[in-house]
């Protein structure tokens, strides 16, 4: 069974930094595309940041380009997301994905997290 945990979410003033963490059982993240998407009540969901395996191209929303970084530690299982320069409107629950098929430039996630909440107050 495919486990993914996010942590790391809270509440934060605008101009502060949060890491969120997602560790993985039942998929290996070091051979998976990974990503973080958001979804902030009454908006659809965005995808945030990804990493494709091949190719090891990685993806940033616009909103958020320069302020966050998705990494990934292969020996723990676990993907990052370090956002710095938080924002009001980057307010939303925060959810992991892993094993993305792509198709082009778009990408269809098999295996999601519970989600962590992220509020930035300003």
Known sequence: EVQLVESGGGSVQAGGSLRLSCVATGVTVSSNSVGWFRQAPGN??????SNRISGDITYYAGSVKGRFTISRDNAKNTVYL??????PEDTAMYYCAAGGIWRGT????????QGTQVTVSS
Not at 44 to 49: F, L, N, P, S, T
């Open 44 to 49: 659809e969901r965005e995808r945030v940041a």
């Open 82 to 87: 370090q956002m710095n320069n938080l924002k």
């Open 106 to 113: 778009n990408v269809d996630f098999r295996y999601w997290g």
